[in-house]
């Protein structure tokens, strides 16, 4: 039985691991089956697509989508979707020039509050992938402004603080047709980590949503068997991953969600 962890970030986007290392990190921890799902941004399936082969690593096409539903941002997991599928992409790159150009504001809006951050150290710890808060939080703990990223979220980035600029997300219809028109499957991410959540994923699935994301760090196990049990009764499946994003955030989790490949058919057979 071969293992799963669909939910891995790297460099491409917020993680502070490079992809090879991610895929070598895979192994060790005895997973067969990768799905680096960065958020807007599918390089990293490019870099290391021949060095996963080699390494008898099955790496599935995969990104993160913000989708904004009701107010709330709601992460939805794709997979197995055409990886060159140009609407795709062309798509993807307008979203990561927004995160620049927000990026850039935030920032803006620190040296406001009298913190000392420049735009130039924010693009450099993105790395020319999808820019987000995590690598401005980074910054700002280098600087001295914040004790942790997290410290950095609550202070100053976070929803509703001083240095809080919207994002430009997807609606959860446009996401739905341009992943399913190329063929490839939705689920949602992290269930429990929306307010309301009880009443919002169902709702979501109406929109044709394949999947729910049973497995992760921050699903506790009533919740798991809450969002099996109303996958199961949606005739929906449900999907797992770890979340990893190295460094950038307190815990390291890779490893930590292993999901039999007896419950992924759906994506499986897309690859
Ligand atoms: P962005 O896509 O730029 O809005 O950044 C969102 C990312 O920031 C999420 O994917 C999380 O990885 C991270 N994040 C959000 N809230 C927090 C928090 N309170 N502490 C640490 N990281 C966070
Ligand atoms: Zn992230
Ligand atoms: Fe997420
Ligand atoms: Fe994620």
């Not at 760090?217 to 009533?222: L, N």
Request: charged content about 30%; aromatic content about 8%.
């Amino acid at each position: 039985m071969r293992l799963a962890d669909l939910h891995l970030h790297t460099l491409h986007s917020d993680s502070t691991r490079p992809a090879r290392e991610v895929i070598d990190l895979a192994r060790e921890h005895g997973l067969d089956i990768v799905a680096i799902s960065d958020h807007d941004n599918t390089a990293a399936y490019f870099e290391i697509k021949p060095y996963a082969d080699d390494r008898g690593v099955l790496l599935v096409p995969a990104i993160e989508l913000s989708c904004g539903y009701e107010g709330t941002d709601v992460h939805l997991l794709a997979y197995a979707f055409d990886i060159f599928d140009e609407r795709i992409d062309n798509r993807l790159r307008t979203f990561r020039e927004a995160r620049f150009r927000r990026g850039i504001q935030i920032v803006e809006k620190l040296r406001g509050l009298g913190c000392d951050v420049s735009a130039e150290r924010v693009a450099q710890l993105a790395g020319g992938g999808a820019l987000g808060r995590p690598h401005v939080a980074r910054a700002l703990v280098e600087a001295g402004h914040a004790t942790s990223v997290s410290d950095a979220f609550d202070k100053f980035l976070g929803t509703g603080r001083p240095a809080y600029v919207e994002k430009a997300r997807f609606s959860i219809p446009e996401a739905v047709q341009l992943i399913h028109e190329s063929d490839g499957i939705l689920s949602i991410a992290h269930p429990t980590l929306y307010r309301d959540h009880e009443r919002i994923v169902p709702e979501l699935l109406d929109f044709g949503i394949d999947a729910v994301e049973v497995f992760h760090p921050d699903v506790d196990e009533e919740n798991r068997e809450r969002y099996r049990n109303l996958a199961r009764f949606r005739g929906k499946f449900v999907t797992g991953g770890s979340d990893d994003h190295g460094a950038a955030k307190e815990v390291e989790t890779i490893g930590s969600i292993k999901v039999p490949e007896s419950l992924i058919g759906p994506i499986l057979e897309r690859v």
